[in-house]
């Protein structure tokens, strides 16, 4: 029914077009004999008149030749005039829709007894038999008393020309008939057609349409779950030959793209490293510094409060390092997605940690976020968005002789229900025509080799994931602030939540 390697919508286009045109056939088959049949009725309405008409005219023909009477003759004279005007009137109906109908009727009567000509025509035969009738009954009236072979002849031809009535009467009511019952039986099949052929559009739609999309949304769903494998779909309608093409470069591009992504990541991790080396160092060196002098001065009879004073800075060093450790591991460790009620300074305050090697000393920080203000978030996550932030503000930030500054301040907008979080710098600021593409994955302001572009875009989508919102404020050479909305509170009221469904 549909050729192959055509697109879904030239073939449901076609599947209607034929659908229409078999409902348009079929009407204007139902309409044509719906027209003819009122046609027919309204010339049986004429021929049931002449019926009348010739049994009238009978009727005071009996009664002339019962009474004489004067005005029996005139009646029947009278729809003698009538039944000729009804044939006259209507000959080309007579003539044109009953073409053998004389034929029948020499066959019934007998050719000797119609003198006429062969192929001639019904509403010839009609008048030539009314014209005869007339001459015989007006003959009888005018010779008064009428031989019985006179009245034998025009009872004869008023029966015939009842006859030929009753004939055509009973002709039309059949031919009626038959076109009602063609009409019905064209309504039954035309029903039939018309659901057969939904079933099938139906049938075709959903074999090459519904399935072909019930397998993309499947194998679409094996990809989200991060088995990246390219489509196979075995179909050959252009819409779909395009979504799977389509499909396959987005998974080819994301193949692709997994050294970069992972050359971001590694970015990342290199410059907490190296803030966490230098955190360290500092605890360390205290401990090392401590211990040094604690065991010089063992043996040397040491004042008790003075070694008491060295073993307390050794275990605050040690507790302070064991906490970089804690939060290298829970920033490092790969887990699933877990929301819950984060304490923001801390946050914060660790995530300084990782990049506080890389801060020049011309810049300087500052928090302004109140203590206790928590947010429903996954740790982790959190900290890899102020990680990217804090690091694009280093960055945005040129040695200008000047000193540059970065704020993060934070506060809880209870009638929304989030905390608001901004994270502003004094640097370079962003072009007007490039801050609706900041987000955009690969897209940098940085020079070439400076950049991946990938850190405003995974921080627009962490964000996202934790149904929260993050807006740009940025003025060229007036500075950038970012400002972030993350939800107070989850369903679980602050229990841990592990989904990313908002």
């Known amino acids: 029914m549909f050729a192959k390697n055509k697109s879904i919508l030239q073939k449901i286009k076609l599947g209607y077009i034929v659908s229409f045109l078999l409902i348009l056939v079929t009407a204007s088959v139902i309409f044509i004999n719906l027209i003819v049949i009122e046609e027919r009725i309204s010339f049986y309405e004429v021929i049931s008149r002449f019926l009348d008409t010739a ?71 009609s008048l030539e038999l009314l014209r005869e009738y007339k001459e015989l009954l007006t003959r009888d009236f005018s010779e008064g008393a009428a031989s019985e072979g006179l009245e034998a002849e025009i009872r004869r031809k008023g029966r015939r020309i009842t006859e030929i009535a009753e004939r055509l009467a009973e002709a039309e009511r059949v031919k009626i008939q038959r076109m009602l019952s063609l009409t019905k039986k064209s309504l039954v099949v035309s029903v039939a057609v018309f659901l057969l052929g939904t079933v099938l559009i139906a049938r075709t739609i959903s074999r090459v349409a519904i399935q072909p999309l019930r397998d993309l949304e499947s194998s679409m769903r094996k990809i989200a779950s991060g088995e990246f494998e390219r489509l196979s779909l075995n179909f050959r309608d252009k819409e779909i030959v395009a979504l799977n093409q389509a499909f396959n470069r987005m998974i080819n591009e994301i193949f692709s793209q997994r ?90 305050r660790e995530t300084l940690r990782f990049i506080r090697t890389d801060m020049p000393t011309y810049i300087t920080i500052a928090i302004d976020i109140p203590e206790g203000l928590t947010v429903f978030a996954d740790k982790q996550k959190i900290q890899h968005v102020f990680l990217n932030l804090l690091r694009n503000a280093v960055d945005a930030i040129p040695d200008r002789g000047v000193e540059g500054k970065i704020t993060i301040t934070a506060e809880e907008k209870r009638d929304a229900g989030e905390v608001e979080i901004r994270v502003s710098d004094t640097g370079r600021g962003i072009p007007e025509h490039m801050i609706d593409k900041i987000f955009d994955p690969f897209f940098t302001t940085k020079d070439v080799g400076k950049g991946t572009g990938l850190g405003l875009f995974i921080t627009h989508e962490i964000v996202k994931q934790h149904c929260g919102t993050i ?24 229990e841990q939540v592990k989904t990313a469904d908002c």
């Open 55 to 125: 049994l009238e005219m009978r009727r005071f023909e009996k009664n002339y030749f019962l009474y004489r009477k004067e005005e029996d003759f005139f009646e029947a004279l009278s729809y003698i005039l009538v039944a000729e005007n009804l044939v006259q009137n209507n000959r080309e109906k007579l003539d044109g829709l009953f073409p053998s109908f004389y034929r029948g009727v020499l066959a019934l009567f007998g050719k000797r007894d119609v003198s006429v000509e062969p192929g001639q025509s019904t509403s010839q035969l």
């Open 259 to 348: 050294d970069i992504i992972r050359s971001e990541k590694l970015t990342s991790l290199g410059t907490m490293l190296a803030g966490i080396a230098h955190e360290m160092n500092n605890p360390l060196s205290n401990i090392s510094t401590s211990a040094q002098i604690l065991a010089e001065e063992l043996d040397a009879g040491m004042d008790p409060k003075f070694k008491e004073e060295l073993i307390g800075q050794i275990v605050q060093e040690t507790d302070r390092a064991r906490d970089i450790v804690k939060s290298v591991l829970e920033f490092t460790r790969d887990r699933d997605f877990t929301k819950e009620e984060v304490d923001l300074l801390s946050a914060v």
């Open 471 to 494: 807006d740009v404020d940025s003025r060229p050479e007036s500075g950038t602030t970012f400002i972030i909305k993350l939800p107070m509170k989850g369903d679980g009221d602050g």
